[in-house]
């Protein structure tokens, strides 16, 4: 419905990008739906139109912790987006969001609340006058919530659109209301006004070419058009959080803790099946490192449930299916995701009991002593010969309010890279005699004849 009304409105609909970033080394994965047309906001590249409608897969890492825990939060989500480059403003942003919102979705209008940054009197007015919201309904806040900017470049002021759910999802603390961090009031669209080019030293100035960006949580919007709990409550979300409690044989909503795993594990493996379709492989470094910890993250939760063996890479059969018809790259290369997962929960499967019981025996260890954190050297040590990402023994201790010496971690790492690099002037990562291989060396004379020769099929 989306991509077709903003099409409706000149937008030219395109496919989702993929999560790796392409030509962009400030960011490690797509986390909105404006980063990979950032080349067309800065001027860069010519876009294909001036108007774009996408629904773009997203991850965000930095919201992790909340996952299982928010209504809201998922490290992978889709993202709806409409984007105009330097062709319409304002005006028609709020205008056509709105009219989704209430015409299309037929959402309660009073229900909806709009934001706007501090100063924003245009944005102010067009809410107000045009389209009729009285002033006690919008919202004005500051930098943090709506000032879109990322260091130097395009930004500028945002305005957010903000659904109540009722008094049951609230908190109930005093003053509770639009802004108030709990589920009640649920941000569902934010249209960023891009107006001005900061110099990277805090001067602004007004762009010639003014652009919109916006973006709305396909999950969030379902929530609200769905009257549910959370976005793990939305059908398709939901089948396979029934799929988790099937393999798990627990039941949802017996018990919180339990929940938690469930929503996690029903989050986690979303982004680990569209990291590993978009070619991302585990690793110890950079997205292959994301995905790692996502991975072992989920396995842990697992195993939290009372899951023997694999399970993840049955489970993304389940998002493969779901999620097939608008991402038919996820079908194409089901034996490869299926059987990536496969290898990394082998892998992890083989480590994780023991280095589960090392760490409650190293949590024995402090209680005796009365210590409350835990060595770096220790922590280390289930990173290494254990699997263990820091931040996965991070999060099993903070359920007992213990913490990682994190710099002592890091210096156990650096002293092991350092030991590695001396070892490989002798031998070679395997653990054999470099010498070997020169020897082996000047046999192998094989010649790259690819630039002038394509490989016919009797020689492959
Ligand atoms: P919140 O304040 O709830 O964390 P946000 O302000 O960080 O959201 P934006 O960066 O404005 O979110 O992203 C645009 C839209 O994307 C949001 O209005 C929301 O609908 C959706 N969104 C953002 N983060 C998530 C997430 N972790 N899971 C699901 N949807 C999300
Ligand atoms: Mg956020
Ligand atoms: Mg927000
Ligand atoms: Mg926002």
Known sequence: MFLDFFESKGHLKMKSFSLVPHNDNSLLIINSGMAPLKPYFTGQEIPPRRRVTTCQKCIRTGDIENVGKTARHGTFFEMLGNFSFGDY?????????????????????????????????????????????????????????????????????????????????????????????????????????????????????????????????????????????????????????????????????????????????????????????????????????????????????????????????KLCETVIEGSKDGYPELDEKRDFIIKVIAEEEDKFNKTIDQGLSILADMEQELEKSGKKVLGGADAFKLYDTYGFPMDLTKEILEEKNITIDEEGFTAAMNEQREKARKARKTTNYMGADATVYDEIDPAVTSKFTGYDKLVNESEI
């Open 89 to 313: 403003f304002k005006r028609e942003a709020i205008h056509w969001s709105w009219e989704f919102l209430t015409e299309v979705v037929g959402l309660d209008k009073d229900r909806l609340y709009p934001s706007i940054y501090l100063d924003d009197d245009e944005a102010f007015d067009i809410w107000n006058k045009e389209i009729g919201i009285a002033p006690e309904r919008i919202f004005r806040f500051g930098k943090e919530d709506n000032f879109w900017e990322h260091g130097a470049g395009p930004c500028g002021p945002c305005s957010e659109i903000y659904y109540d759910r009722g008094e049951k999802y609230g908190c109930g603390k005093p003053g509770c209301t639009v802004g108030c961090d709990c589920d009640r009031y649920m941000e569902v669209w934010n249209n960023v006004f891009s107006q001005f080019n900061n110099d990277g030293k805090g001067n602004y100035s007004e762009l010639e070419q003014k652009n919109i960006d916006t973006g709305m949580g396909l999950e969030r919007l379902a929530v609200v058009v769905q009257d549910v709990d959370s976005i793990f409550d939305v059908d398709t979300l939901q089948a396979l959080r029934n799929k988790v409690c099937e393999m798990a044989g627990v039941k949802y909503h017996e018990d919180e803790k339990q929940d938690v795993s469930i929503r996690v594990i029903t989050d986690h493996i979303r982004s680990v099946t569209f990291m590993v379709s978009d070619g991302i492989m585990p690793s110890n470094e950079g997205r292959g490192y994301v995905l790692r910890r996502l991975l072992r993250r989920a396995a842990r939760h697992g195993r939290l449930l009372g899951i023997e063996g694999k399970f993840l890479s």
